[in-house]
């Protein structure tokens, strides 16, 4: 079997700022960034992963990805697939690295990456899509793969393997489904909060015209703002005209909308804070905007407070209104905590926060266990093709279940992968069916060349236009600059042809 030679590393960077894209309370200016990672080996089989960042930052990321990455040249692949479980806590307990986490912050994202890089590495050389090779797992192999430490006083090894077990009935029948139906997606992207009303309403209407009925909207800036958007967006989800030609309002009364607040036609509406207020603030605040019928606020607090949003999910309940969380959730401990305080109405696992599927994997256990619907964190870039993957394995092999549950899309950047996930009419996510696909994350050289940072052609461009309108803007402006900075730039010329003449 081949041994890990190498790997290539780089700072992917998407000018996502400029059209408002990803716009939150707390998130203002986002360049959607991904830190990215093949790992080369001795043959020609490769294995791709990638963090998700948000700009400034990602070359940290890539440095520690290249750290990470280092410990792994020259190890046979065989003996590292054979226990991916063993593979990761390898990978997290480097003496020396381990003390600038330990599994937290830039190392663990790092982490994820190389970790999900050697999962798409698995699943390519059996040739299989990466969701495929899990849940074709026997029960044992898949909880061998999962991360136990730390976790085992909220589920066991022996605990995992007796529900695994369990759902070995009704698997093959649960793929079959899936592959016919796909899995149900919300959208995120009509409620951002730096896009007018107009693009909202658009974008609303062509989300319910693709067939969506779970919608987020982003709040935490300006709660007058936010019920009058929130109310905007249940005027159009809430009126049956809006629904696609032949298809009539869902059952108000069906397993897929209970206690969702969903609206008369079916919709439900979510809204994401993004982790902007204190706990007492979150609770008023978001009392304020029970009119609009949130189904849940997600990151009403700091990720990290987990008794802080076990006081929200409490105060909020008479409201009918749940809490979500999870996409900056930095481990699996944050999560068993979540679950054994009764925090959170639904786990929002981050396919590249947590340190990769092995970590992923013991997050879905503890899910399962809890009882807790998994909705999976997407969006920005990478993200959609990864957790489609991941949601599969739960829904096939772990949960059993996705009649609740909602996987986050946004339709955006997924032209620069090889493997692009994609939706079908019922605005349900396609199963990846390519067995040369792996995790769908391998990017197009042509995107990696163009937007790498900073000497990609799309950077160096901007720099040129940005330095371009600079001097147009001065030479256009009134007064004494525009002769100056002439006089200036002809004394500089000269001065220049005379030294270079003196050499
Ligand atoms: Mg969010």
Redesign the pocket.
């Known amino acids: 079997m081949p041994k890990i030679s190498g790997y290539e590393i780089h700072d992917v960077r998407f000018p996502t700022s400029l059209s408002g894209d990803g716009t939150d309370a707390m998130n203002t200016e986002c360049d959607y960034s991904s830190a990215y990672v093949a790992l080369l080996t001795d043959s020609d089989l490769i294995g791709y992963g990638m963090t998700f960042t948000i700009g400034r930052g990602n070359d940290i990321v890539c440095e520690a990805i290249k750290q990470v990455s280092d410990r792994l040249i020259g190890k046979n692949t065989q003996v590292l697939f054979a226990d991916m479980g063993k593979t990761w806590e390898y990978m997290m307990s480097d003496p020396q690295l381990r003390w600038i986490g330990p599994e937290k912050g830039v190392i663990h994202i790092a982490s994820g990456a190389v970790n999900n890089a050697l999962w798409d590495m698995y699943a390519r050389s059996e040739n299989k899509p990466l969701w495929k090779l899990i849940v074709d797992f026997t029960p044992e192999e898949l909880v061998q793969s999962a991360a136990f430490r730390y976790i085992t006083d909220a589920i066991t090894k022996e605990e995992a393997l007796a529900m695994l077990k369990e759902k070995e009935v009704g698997k093959k029948e649960r793929e079959a489904k899936v592959r016919e139906l796909g899995y149900p997606a919300y959208v995120t992207s009509a409620g951002w909060l730096g896009y007018d009303d107009e693009k909202v309403a658009r974008l609303t209407k062509e989300a319910i015209a693709a067939g969506f009925n779970h919608f987020k909207m982003k709040v935490g800036a300006d709660q007058a703002n936010d019920l009058r958007r929130g109310k905007l967006i249940r005027s159009i989800i809430d009126d049956p005209q809006y629904l696609p030609k032949g298809s009539a309002p869902r059952n108000l009364n069906s397993e897929a909308l209970r206690g969702k607040n969903a609206g008369p036609t079916g919709a439900v509406l979510m809204i ?1 804070a ?1 982790q902007v207020w204190d706990v007492k603030q979150a609770i008023k605040y978001v009392e304020g905007l029970s009119e609009i019928k949130p189904w849940f606020i ?2 009403p607090t700091a990720p990290d407070d987990i008794l802080g949003h076990a006081a929200i999910r409490k105060a909020l309940k008479p409201s009918n209104i749940g809490v979500a969380t999870g ?1 900056h959730a930095h481990n699996r401990m944050v999560f068993k905590q979540l679950l054994q305080a009764e925090a959170i109405d639904v786990v ?1 696992i981050d396919s590249c926060r947590l340190a990769g599927v092995s970590e992923v994997l013991s997050v879905l256990l503890m899910a399962a266990k809890f009882g807790v619907p998994v909705c999976p ?1 997407a969006g920005g870039v990478g993200l959609c093709e990864y957790v489609i993957h991941l949601s599969l394995i739960d829904y096939i092999a772990i949960s059993g279940s996705m009649e609740r549950n909602v996987l986050e899309f946004v339709d955006h950047l997924h032209e620069h992968f090889v493997t692009p996930c994609s939706i079908n009419s019922a605005g349900r996510y396609n199963v990846p069916t390519n067995p040369k696909e792996g995790y769908s994350i391998e990017m197009h050289k042509t995107s990696i060349a163009e937007y790498e940072w900073p000497n990609g052609s799309y950077w160096v461009g901007a720099r040129k236009n940005k330095a371009l309108s600079l001097i147009k803007s001065i030479m256009m402006s009134e007064g004494p600059v525009a002769p100056i900075v002439i006089i200036l730039i002809f004394i500089l010329s000269v001065a220049m042809s005379f030294w270079m003449l003196l050499l």
């Open positions: 994401d993004n997600e990151e996409e929002q964190h």
